[in-house]
């Protein structure tokens, strides 16, 4: 247990649905992150949060729509996805003020886009 | 610019004998480097970094780390390997360059080592 949740941990949608992801920190980290995780392929980082503000968005397609309502929660809304974007998506937090400091991930949300 | 290479996509090792993850670094300053286990359908566990000191580090699970600053390199080692250590291995390096103002804060991430500990 990281003290960092997500949810659901699988989800199956189509490609004309709606659907979020949603992540949880209660670490009282200030910074919080997206990485997409496809087989045989690196890390992808997403987006970047810090202080509840978009720092960084690595050049991700508008169908991939972040939300960071406060510095503990981190929400990704899906919609019109394509099959190429099913992958294990995990989301991470840590405290951006203490340079040393290590990622805190969560156990990641399974999406299959059909 | 800040990059990791882990040169093995797949690294196998018997049951009870010494294990070594390879991890090399590129950094404009000095490295902050960190080490990851990721078990299947999981996230990615936090296992040990190095930050200045001792260029050994220990970390969890009898897992460690040898900083070797002139080879850039910052391999994983444990002197005896459990089946149970079959995981996906990252490492990943942030460029304390950012401190001035130059380099990224953020960590980037090798590719991945799979290990597998054969019984």
């Known amino acids: 247990e990281t003290g960092v949740t997500q949810t659901p941990r699988h989800l199956v949608m189509g490609m004309t649905n709606k659907k979020s992801l949603k992540c949880e920190q209660h670490l009282g980290h200030n910074a919080m992150y997206w990485y997409k995780q496809s087989a045989k392929k690196p890390l992808e980082l997403m987006f970047v949060?810090?202080?509840?503000?978009?720092?960084e968005n690595n050049s991700v397609p508008s169908r991939f729509s972040p939300e960071c309502p406060n510095s503990s929660h981190l929400f990704l809304h899906l919609h019109t996805l394509q099959p190429e974007d099913s992958a294990l998506y995990l989301c991470a937090s840590t405290n951006n003020l203490t340079p040393t400091g290590e990622l805190f991930f969560g156990e990641g949300s399974r999406l299959t886009v059909l | 610019a800040q990059s990791v290479a882990q040169p093995e996509d797949q690294v196998n090792v018997a049951e009870g004998n010494p294990l070594t993850v390879k991890c090399t670094y590129s950094?404009?300053?000095?490295?902050?480097l960190f080490w990851y286990v990721q078990y299947p359908n999981r996230g990615l566990q936090f296992l040990l970094k190095y930050i200045t000191g001792d260029n050994l580090v220990k970390g969890s699970y009898g897992f460690e780390a040898e900083f070797n600053k002139s080879q850039t390199s910052f391999h994983l080692k444990k002197p005896s390997a459990l089946v149970s250590d079959s995981a996906l291995y990252f490492c990943?390096?942030?460029?304390?360059?950012?401190?001035?103002?130059?380099?990224?804060?953020?960590?980037?991430f090798g590719k991945g080592t799979k290990l597998s500990v054969i019984p």
């Open positions: 950094v404009s300053g000095n490295p902050y």
């Open positions: 949060y810090n202080f509840k503000e978009q720092t």
């Open positions: 990943a390096v942030r460029d304390q360059s950012y401190l001035s103002g130059a380099g990224s804060y953020q960590l980037t």
